[in-house]
């Protein structure tokens, strides 16, 4: 089974970027590759890829507070991105992610590769970011 790790820091203290990492409401703000999210049971949601609006991808979601954990798994493509926060310095965050993809997916392992490490990027940067004005 393919995996691979990432991690980068965020100037945002570990609280504000806990806000955009367990609710997937917030994932398109982030997430490459997400348009939209739509809210399911509790521990699940489905998510539709950029492009292909009707393309349901029901998920599961596991979140440890207290650990800063948030695991989310594809229940379609079984890929499963474990996601974790932890304080840096004296007010940061540091945000590292492992991803597990199927054999089966190992096609999609480089562009996983980078659509994560452009997520990564795009979350640090969340909690930072000027709201926008009003138009």
Do not use: N
């Not at 009707?54 to 596991?62: E, G």
């Not at 507070?65 to 474990?82: E, K, N």
């Amino acid at each position: 089974m393919p995996t691979f790790d990432d991690a980068t820091t965020s100037t945002a203290p570990p609280e504000e970027i806990w806000k955009a990492l367990y609710d997937p409401g917030r994932f398109p703000d982030w997430w490459c590759g997400i348009e939209t999210v739509e809210a399911a049971e509790e521990g699940r949601f489905t998510l539709y890829p950029d492009g292909y609006p009707d393309f349901p991808m029901p998920q599961t979601i596991r979140t440890e507070r207290g650990d800063r954990r948030v695991t989310v798994s594809c229940q379609v493509s079984d890929l499963v991105f474990a996601w974790r926060l932890e304080a840096h310095e004296d007010r940061g965050t540091r945000i590292a992610v492992h991803v597990e993809i199927p054999a089966a997916e190992a096609h999609r392992l480089e562009g996983q590769r980078a659509a994560v490490h452009q997520s990564l990027l795009r979350l640090a940067a969340l909690p930072t970011a000027a709201p926008p004005t009003p138009g």
